[in-house]
Every structure is written in structure tokens, then in C-alpha cells.
């Protein structure tokens, strides 16, 4: 499948994009050496906040295995964000992890696009692992990649109440019909989960009731996210494992999503 036989929009709902890799913990990154990275990255992005590390979710495979496993060695280090003076891109690192988000601040704000968020994420890792040589940090040793991409579908937009949810996700949908005992939900938080090809990771599709912090409209949170690596480790090998991951999230979000709600309030365009 090329990328350009995938589903595209003039009006996507996606509201943030992250790709990451999660790597074997350096314990040579010490605290100073965020201060230095900081300065390379701070022309682009000259705003920095510190936030709690993230804990790695690591798909697992094999009879008896988990779908998912948490690596319960949380680095004592924070997680550093660098941000654009938009904040609309951000630079996550801590020592076993780093990331590049897209994010939409603003109603205005558009969506740039997979290749254009794919680029910069290469080109501030390629930075990073530069970074760790002239310092004599290192090299990355992959665990896991991750993709991630979150829409915000506000109620109005093919859907008014909760039990309006199979008119956007007929997968998600709620049946109600008079004479049921239950009510309409008052919230919904549903998750599901797919395999990617020949164990390369998980597709992670959830959808959530929440009120967007800008105005307090209520939304449907779609997140689909794919976690995994190949059997290639090598760090040469990650651009094709993200094609993939890209490739199963759109046309996921393209098979969940009503026909047309997709022409009519998206505009999709093939």
C-alpha cells in the first residue's frame, strides 16, 4: 500500500501527532547534560518545562505473554520538554526515551502533515544521537518505537449525545432503546487492540467522553497509537517500522469512522 493511496482530509480532526523511541536507559545522561542539549535545540525551541518521566509500555509476544508490560524502572531524572515559542512542537527527553509531538494550539492551527512531523522528528533524533557522541554518551539502543496520533471530535460534528456514538464509530456504538434498563451513559472509555504484521507491535484504538480544557465542549478523544519493533533492531530499520505504523492508523481511523461523517465534516478526498 503507497502513501498515497491512503485515506487524506481537508478537515482532519487530529489534534496532536508524537512519535518516539524508547531505548536502553543511559546513565551517563546526567542532569548538566540536559542543559547542554537544551542550548543546541534552543534556537527552534526556546522554551523548556520539566515533567515526570513516562513509564515505557512494552508490547510483548509469546505464548503466556502479556499484551502489554511496564518497565518499572522509572529513570530518576525528570522528562525535559523543549517547545517551540508557539508551543505547538515539543522535544521530550529523559534517559531511556525521546519524542517529538506536534501539537494544535490554536483553532487555526493546521495540521502539517505525516512526512512534514516524520522529518523533524528525524532530523531532532539525528541531533540527539549527535549530541550523545560529542559527549561521549553513547549511542541509542532501541527497545521500542511508538506513533501516536490524537483527534478531537467535538459533540456538534455527527454527534450530540453519548448515544449518538455509532453515528461517528459504529464500532463503539450504544444501544439504547426504550424500555432499556440502562440509562444513556454518562461517559464512555472503551479500548481496543490489533496486531501489527509479523509481530512488529500493537495497534491501540481507544475513544473517550471529554471536555475540551479550551471551552469546555464535550469531545470524543480518539487515540490510536502503535507501539512495537521489528525483527531488524538497527536504527536504520525505524523508518520503515513508522510507514507501517502510519499506514495502520490511517486506514484504521478510515475503517472505524462513518462514511459520512468522513465526506461531510472531514472532507475526505480518496
Not at 540536559?34 to 509500555?57: A, H, N, S, T, V
Not at 525528570?78 to 527527553?93: C, M
Amino acid at each position: 500500500m503507497t502513501h498515497n493511496a491512503l485515506p487524506d482530509y481537508e478537515r482532519p480532526p487530529v489534534i496532536e501527532v508524537a512519535a518516539g523511541i524508547t531505548y536502553k536507559t543511559i546513565d551517563r545522561l546526567l542532569a548538566p547534560y540536559l542543559g547542554l542539549l537544551w542550548e543546541r535545540f534552543k534556537p527552534d525551541y526556546p522554551k523548556c518545562r520539566e515533567m515526570p518521566p513516562l513509564i515505557p509500555q512494552v508490547e510483548t509476544f509469546g505464548p503466556g505473554a502479556p499484551i502489554e508490560t511496564s518497565l518499572l524502572e522509572v529513570p530518576p531524572l525528570p522528562r525535559i520538554w523543549f517547545l517551540d515559542e508557539k508551543e505547538n512542537r515539543v522535544i521530550q527527553v529523559q534517559r531511556d526515551r525521546f519524542l517529538h509531538n506536534w501539537k494544535k494550539v490554536e483553532a487555526e492551527d493546521e495540521y502539517p502533515r505525516f512526512p512534514t512531523l516524520r522529518q523533524m522528528f528525524r532530523e531532532r533524533l539525528s541531533d540527539f544521537q549527535a549530541f550523545l557522541a560529542a559527549n561521549g554518551l553513547g549511542e541509542l539502543r532501541p527497545v521500542q518505537y511508538e506513533l501516536t496520533y490524537v483527534n478531537h471530535i467535538p459533540k456538534g460534528d455527527g454527534w450530540n449525545s453519548l448515544q449518538d456514538i455509532g453515528r461517528v464509530l459504529p464500532d463503539f456504538s450504544w444501544d439504547f432503546h426504550r424500555g432499556r434498563f440502562l440509562p444513556e451513559p454518562e461517559a464512555v472509555n472503551w479500548r481496543t487492540v490489533f496486531r501489527l504484521p509479523e509481530d512488529c507491535g500493537r495497534l491501540h484504538v481507544s475513544v473517550r467522553s471529554v471536555s475540551r480544557l479550551s471551552d469546555q465542549t464535550p469531545v470524543l478523544l480518539l487515540d490510536l497509537t502503535a507501539r512495537g519493533i521489528g525483527q531488524d533492531r538497527s536504527l536504520a530499520a525505524m523508518w520503515s517500522w513508522f510507514d507501517t505504523a502510519r499506514t495502520w492508523i490511517v486506514r484504521t481511523f478510515a475503517d472505524i469512522a462513518d462514511d459520512h461523517v468522513q465526506k461531510e465534516i472531514w472532507r475526505r478526498k480518496q
